[in-house]
């Protein structure tokens, strides 16, 4: 059965593979190939170290738990507190991107290029 998650990534890297079709076999500008190129030679990165990232965090995070006082069951309002913890995570993780240089030198490369790239 599909879930949202495999449809949306199977869209994404439709979109992306699409756009690299299409860039590649039309007389596009050099630059523009350079640019497409290392946007997506960059995302690949991201999305290796984001995996290594994601690993360590879940195996970490399962030896605490069993060390854990307070264990919530499972219910729909836990969900939707994860999600929006989640998401305010992830934007404060943003902000701190634009905010400290060591970490807008690696996100400097989103916000660079001339083109718009979908990656």
């Known amino acids: 059965m599909f879930n949202l998650d495999i449809i949306g990534t199977v869209l994404v890297f439709t979109a992306v593979l699409v756009e690299i079709i299409l860039t ?3 007389d596009a500008d ?3 190939k350079k640019d497409m190129m290392a946007n997506f030679s960059i995302g690949l990165c ?6 290594f990232e994601k690993v ?3 195996a970490f995070f399962s030896f605490v738990y069993h060390f854990a006082i307070f264990k919530p069951s499972f219910s729909f ?3 939707i507190a994860g999600f929006l913890g989640c998401d ?3 934007y ?3 902000l701190l991107e634009h905010k400290s240089r060591i970490f807008w030198a690696a996100h400097l490369t989103h916000h660079s290029s001339r083109y718009f790239i979908f990656q």
């Open 92 to 94: 404060l993780y943003h």
């Open 77 to 79: 309002w836990l969900w």
């Open 30 to 32: 050099k630059k523009l």
């Open 24 to 26: 590649l076999l039309h």
């Open 56 to 58: 360590m965090v879940f």
């Open 88 to 90: 305010f995570i992830y």
């Open 46 to 51: 991201i999305i290796v170290v984001g995996l």
